[in-house]
């Protein structure tokens, strides 16, 4: 049987960020013992149809999972313990925000069991948080830094980088300041202007302008650069971490692994006999709530995936890590050929440019090549 990843939704923040298009909702008040009731029962309906499996993580996502009540993290990780095989070394991540409301709570959720943090700072520019429309200022950044250093074995940060009017000099201050703070894990992401969202009407407008081309490419190079100097290598393309320090649970999705989601709007890739699903649930948090206290889960309707559209997933997933992807595995996991998933003549245009590398039974896409992973992807890949 596939190991499994555990993937929980908690869909609630203190207020909708004007870059985010994450299923995340606000609300007055949070229904906590409705919604930890809820989780509690999707999660033991998806553990009665995906059987005993040996668990290897647990990721707390969101919204802002750090406003759960720890009673409720640890309820739902001794569910998820009696109802899978927990792995000795089991990862159990959970997303917060670094204001000084959700710091408090720290030690509570290590105590709940959680062993490792990923703190939301994004920036350590004051005026690029107000910008992005965070909760919490650069100085409650760095203490919650500090705080979660001292409390969590392992402690993961994002960032946002490829903001107006960033410049190279003033993004790699930022980053020393706070990989000196926090030099484990950090992951990286572009801002981008999202449908839907408040920056997309202000985008539309000429009010936001955002770096591009060769400006965003030397931010992102800058990165790597000093990740290095405290140790941090890239493993995948927005993720940079000391060897051993890899989010695991991430790593499952890359790989390609098995990996329920539970809560609202959750995704998931799961095996049941001999066919993997494709799963997701119903994505605005009180229908699905209603559709768990009535049915048991809140699901929506789920696809077998075809061995085609496996293999598409699992390149477009695996071509993202510097390791690339174990041919054996893909052609078993997904029941294709590897010759068959991919365009011949684009991979040898792509080998001869230095962007992919294939070879001792693996397939890889080089640094040059995932710096342009998006339109190497969608002419490699069948």
């Not at 001794?78 to 990862?91: H, V």
């Not at 559209?309 to 174990?326: F, N, P, S, V, Y």
């Amino acid at each position: 049987m596939e190991p499994l990843a555990l993937y929980i939704h908690w869909p609630f923040c203190l207020s909708k960020c004007p870059y985010c298009d994450f299923n995340s909702h606000v609300r007055d008040r949070i229904p906590q013992a409705r919604f930890r009731a809820a989780l509690r029962a999707e999660l033991a309906w998806e553990a009665a149809r995906l059987g005993p499996r040996r668990l290897t993580s647990v990721f707390f996502g969101g919204g802002t999972p750090s406003l759960m009540e720890p009673e409720t993290v640890a309820l739902l990780l001794e569910d998820a313990f009696r109802l899978f095989d927990p792995a000795p070394d089991i990862e159990i991540t959970l997303e917060a925000n670094p204001t000084s409301v959700e710091a408090a709570r720290l030690a509570a959720f290590r105590q709940a069991g959680v062993n490792r943090a990923s703190l939301g700072v994004q920036s350590l520019n004051p005026e690029a948080l107000r910008m992005l429309g965070r909760q919490h200022s650069a100085a409650h950044a760095i203490q919650a830094l500090e705080t979660a250093r001292g409390i969590f074995p392992r402690l993961s940060f994002d960032l946002i980088y490829a903001r107006p009017g960033q410049d190279e000099a003033s993004w790699r201050a930022e980053l020393r300041a706070a990989l000196a703070l926090a030099a484990d894990h950090l992951s990286l992401y572009q801002l981008t202007i999202e449908p839907g969202t408040a920056f997309e009407a202000l985008h539309r407008r000429g009010e936001i302008v955002l770096p591009e081309g060769d400006a965003a490419a030397r931010l992102y190079e800058a990165t790597a650069d000093e990740a290095a100097r405290f140790g941090l290598l890239p493993y995948e393309i927005s993720n940079y971490a000391k060897p051993g320090a890899e989010s695991r649970h991430n790593l499952a999705y890359w790989r390609y692994a098995d990996y329920a989601g539970i809560g609202p709007g959750a995704h998931g890739r799961v095996t049941i006999g001999d066919a993997l699903r494709a799963t997701r649930r119903h994505r605005a948090p009180e229908p699905w709530a209603e559709r768990v206290e009535r049915d048991g889960h809140g699901s929506t309707p789920e696809t077998v995936l075809r061995p085609e559209e496996k293999a598409q997933e699992m390149l477009l997933m695996g071509l993202r890590l510097t390791e690339g992807i174990d041919i054996a595995r893909f052609e078993v996991r997904t029941g294709v050929k590897l010759t068959d998933a991919i365009d011949d003549d684009v991979l040898r245009q792509a080998i001869e440019a230095g962007y992919v590398i294939l070879g001792d039974g693996r397939i890889a896409a080089t640094s040059e090549g995932r710096l342009r992973l998006d339109s190497l992807l969608g002419a490699l890949v069948r």
